[in-house]
C-alpha cells in the first residue's frame, strides 16, 4: 500500500515566485534584473501565494518594490490549461 492510496491525486502545478524593485509604478519593468528576489518555486498556488505574502509584507514599505506569481505549468504545458483569459 502506497501512501497515496486512497487520496486524490494532483497535478503538479509548479508556481515561482519572484519580486524586485520596480523602476516605476506605471509598469513592471524591474530597476535592477539582477537584484531580483527569487523567493522560490512551489508546488501548488496555495503555497506559492502564502510565499508571495509573506515577501510582500516584508517590504511594505518600499512602494517600488513588487512581487509577482508566475503560472509555470501554463507555459510548460498551454494545452492543458486552456486560452488565456482576456
Known amino acids: 500500500m502506497s501512501a497515496n492510496d ?3 491525486t494532483s497535478r503538479q502545478l509548479l508556481h515561482p515566485v519572484f519580486g524586485g524593485e520596480l523602476k516605476s509604478l506605471d509598469a513592471v519593468e524591474f530597476a535592477n534584473v539582477q537584484a531580483l528576489d527569487i523567493v522560490g518555486i512551489y508546488p501548488n498556488y496555495a503555497e506559492a501565494y502564502r510565499a508571495w505574502k509573506a ?3 516584508r517590504t511594505v514599505d518600499n512602494a517600488h518594490m513588487r512581487y509577482f506569481i508566475v503560472h509555470m505549468h501554463r507555459l510548460l504545458d498551454p ?3 486552456g486560452p488565456p483569459r482576456s
Request: hydrophobic share 45%; aromatic share 0%.
Open 79 to 81: 494545452e492543458l490549461t
Open 55 to 57: 515577501a510582500a509584507q
Open 6 to 8: 486512497g487520496a486524490k
